[in-house]
């Protein structure tokens, strides 16, 4: 792993880099202390542990937001590695070999996957807030409340990412996006895409929160006497990489009819 200490980047921006990958690293750590004592307290693998796990291993599916053409970008100051996505067959990503980067840790890339278990914990957290506002909303509810919050989670955490230069979506489609044309743009049909995913798990954990109900999921497992534990596991693990495989095929697919990068992309995204 590395960074391209010839990229022109302010000293600001290069320190939110560093300080971002050492959260990420200090978050990831923290994640994991919590679901392991809630699975010991629980004595088997927990909603959380199965979707943290099947996030994490998701990862390998970042290169394909580039499948159908040149569509993210990250940023070169940030700690990376070579991308595996020349690999993947069929893909037509970034023709220069420089920007085929695979950061590990910060607000995108391995640690970004990782961590996606925060977004939905967020969004289960506002979902409660509102339920406990109007409690006597019927069940149908939920899932447009779901979807409602889970906006307000993707747009905090899209603008907070992109405003440190963490990445861009330089390949989007400049009319379906907002501040089309220039590098901070922000396609709308991946923020949709986003949120329509991640609702599915933020609503599946608020039931089994509330309802202490089995989660679809994990629907056979209670008759498991052995290897219910690796079931669960394995469980969420195909859970969310079939719903991340999804996300990739909407934004892969719209990057075939995406835009050129802007004219004023900066050069910690694309180096000159």
Known sequence: MSVNDNVDI???????????????????????????????????ITLDAALFAGY???????????YSGPFALHNQYALHFPSWGPYIPGWHGHPDPHLNIETAF??????????????????CWLIDRVVRWRPRWASARILPIGILTGLVTVCLFEALAISLGTYSWAGAIRSLSLWGGHWYQYPVY????????LTTAAVMLHNWRTHATTPRIFRGTEACSRGDNWTRLLAGVGFANIVTLAYMTVNATATIYGDPAPTDTPDFLWPR
């Open 10 to 44: 302010s000293s600001i921006r290069a320190i939110l880099i560093w300080l971002g990958a050492a959260l990420d690293i200090v978050l990831l750590v923290t994640i994991t202390v919590v679901i392991a004592r809630r699975c010991r307290q629980a004595g088997h």
């Open 56 to 66: 994490t291993l998701s990862a390998w599916q970042d290169p394909l937001y580039d």
């Open 190 to 197: 991946e923020c949709f895409a986003w949120t329509l995913f």
């Open 106 to 123: 910060g607000l995108a890339g391995v640690g970004g996957f990782a961590a996606m278990i925060i977004c939905v914990w967020t969004q």
